[in-house]
Each structure stands twice: as C-alpha cells, then as structure tokens.
C-alpha cells in the first residue's frame, strides 16, 4: 500500500519550501523530493520533450529547464503539454518510493510543490504548508532566480494563490520572517505532526 504514513510538504514557489525539507531530513525523516524526480523523467524524456516544443530545448542530450521554463510558464498550452507527459511518470515513481518507506511504519515527507494544484492525484491527508505572503514570495523569487517583477509574476500566477494554499493546510509553517522564526515555526509543527498523526 503506497501513502499510508506519508505527509505532504508543499507551498508556493520561493516560500521556503526546500528549507523545511532540509530541517525535516536534519531531524532523520525520509523525504520524497517530487522536483528531483521530476528534473530526472524530463531529461530521460528529452527527445519526446523535443518533439513537442523544439530541439532549441535541448542541450547535450539535456533539457533547457530555463529555457523551457520560460515557454511554459508564458503559455499555459505548452504548460498542460508537458504536465500530461510528466505527471503521470512523476506519479509512478513517488508510488514506488512511498511503498517502501510505509513498509518501515514511520512518517515520512513528500515534497509535493504542486500538490493542490494535481487535483486529488495522490491520496494523502495531511499537508503542511509552508506559507509566505505574496509580496515576499515575488521579493525573494526575483532574488532567488534574478528575474524580473513580470517573469517572477508569471510563475507565481501559475500555481493556486497562497492564501487559498493557506486554508487548504493541516499544518501551517508560516515563513514571513527570518530563519530563526522559521526554525521555531519548524519545530513546532513537527512536534504537532508527531503527536496527532497516529491517533486516528
């Protein structure tokens, strides 16, 4: 059985997702990285990747995730074009992992950044959020990836509004300040997770 002991960690982009996910792996949790396995089915699929959008995306046998990105995050075609060939892949392979970390019957962390926006693909429960307000997110998004206010928009607009992410949350990482907050909030949450996973 895939899920059963998995947690859901998501956000939006440049909400400081990927730190939390060090903290948890820090703390000896498991942690199914979605992106990282999505990064590895776009460069196995690199020749299907040019044939849908062009060779230009392709470098040594790699895909251009810049480049690429810069087309579908512009068009939301090209954007459903590559989610119907990735998803389905990312999907399979999260499966697997996840069916042999519940085999060791301890909670373990899916990092799942666009886990609402996959209407219900993956049958998971709990979520934690890792939350930000959007004028920070965009701030630290255009830092983060030296883009401009209308790049690092695009993208932001691409995934459901934060705030709607907010409600959604079973648990709340709200990273609006600095790193020691965010460690606090981290803690907090974990010790939450802990105690009120297994009551059921």
Excluded at 7 to 21: D, F, P, R, W
Excluded at 57 to 78: M, N, Q, T, W
Excluded at 116 to 128: A, Q, S
């Amino acid at each position: 059985m895939a899920f059963e002991y998995a947690v859901v960690l998501t956000g939006g982009i440049a909400t400081g997702k990927s730190s939390v996910a060090k903290l948890f792996l820090e703390d000896g949790f498991s942690i199914i990285d979605a992106d990282k396995i999505a990064h590895l089915m776009l460069d196995k699929q690199y020749q299907k990747i040019a044939e849908l959008f062009g060779s230009q995306y392709i470098v040594d046998s790699r895909v251009d995730r810049r480049a690429l990105g810069g087309l579908i995050f512009s068009k939301p075609k090209e954007k459903i074009k590559l989610e119907k060939l990735l998803h389905p892949l990312i999907f399979s392979e999260i499966e697997r992992q996840s069916v042999a970390l519940d085999r060791l019957k301890e909670i373990y962390i899916i990092d799942i950044p666009l886990f609402f926006e996959n209407h219900g693909r993956y049958p998971i429960d709990t979520t934690i959020v890792v939350y930000t307000p959007r004028d920070t997110q965009l701030e630290r998004l255009m830092k983060r990836d030296g883009s401009t206010n209308i790049e690092a928009q695009k993208r932001v607009n691409s995934q459901i509004d934060i705030e709607k992410k907010r409600n959604l949350a079973t648990y709340l990482i709200d990273n609006s300040k600095d790193l020691k907050n965010l460690q606090q909030e981290y803690v907090r949450v974990k010790k939450q997770l802990l105690i009120n996973f297994f009551k059921e």
